[in-house]
């Protein structure tokens, strides 16, 4: 069983269009994460969620809009896609301190190409 | 401001040999997390091994070790008897102790084993 899932794997698309990824973790974590990972291979967070409640959001654009309908599930919606939203999108998840290290687990990652 | 430099892009070892990955960090937080997480040519990022600004050993899980120099503020990563499959990319990455919610990533060491 997969902890941490994420669909789809690759999604190749049009500038303008909106599409969806989907992200599920069967670990029991309360905290969920998108990442974003550019064509240098560096990684920014995106958002965090918490118990389903949104604590981080890094100075994302507002075409990027997370939900997270329960602890184990946060999707990423982004309309209007760019040229610039093309990457590697990943989902992770974590339990929060003081109990656990906090280490990330993340998901197989979702590459996005806009043309 | 960078939290997490690691200033070696790529390396290469040869086989059964040790490298060592640097990494250096950036917190005035007295309780934080650092971490090292392994990227293969496949994508996914695997977690390797943890060090808590109180611990007072260097972590170590199996072939990898931990150099934490607290003081100097750097946590390097030794990988001993490199093997071919150690062929990836690596990424430091700390959680500070006010923010349980976010890992902030240094921009990785691509490491090509040679036999």
């Known amino acids: 069983d997969t902890a941490v899932s994420q669909t789809p794997k690759y999604l190749v698309t049009q500038m303008g269009n909106d599409k969806s990824i989907k992200c599920e973790q069967n670990l029991g974590h309360d905290t969920m994460y998108w990442y974003k990972q550019d064509s240098k291979k560096f990684l920014k967070i995106m958002f965090s969620?918490?118990?389903?409640?949104?604590?981080i959001n890094e100075t994302v654009p507002n075409r990027f809009s997370p939900k997270s309908p329960d602890k184990a599930h946060l999707n990423l919606h982004i309309n209007s896609l760019e040229l610039g939203d093309s990457a590697v999108y990943f989902c992770a998840s974590s339990q929060t301190k003081p109990a656990n290290t906090g280490e990330l687990f993340f998901g197989e990652g979702s590459r996005l190409t806009v043309l | 401001a960078q939290k997490i430099t690691q200033t070696q892009p790529g390396m290469f070892v040869q086989e059964k040999e040790a490298v060592t990955l640097d990494c250096t960090y950036d917190t005035s937080d007295p309780s934080y997390g650092l971490f090292w997480y392994k990227q293969p040519s496949s994508g996914e990022m695997i977690f390797l091994i943890y060090q808590g600004s109180y611990d007072q050993q260097n972590a170590t899980e199996g072939r990898y070790s931990l150099n934490f120099q607290k003081a100097r503020k750097s946590a390097n990563l030794v990988i001993s008897a490199s093997q071919l499959g150690d062929s990836a990319m690596y990424f430091c990455a700390m959680r500070e102790g006010r923010n349980d919610y976010k890992l902030s990533f240094g921009a990785g060491t691509t490491v090509t084993v040679r036999a």
């Open positions: 969620y918490n118990n389903k409640e949104l604590i």
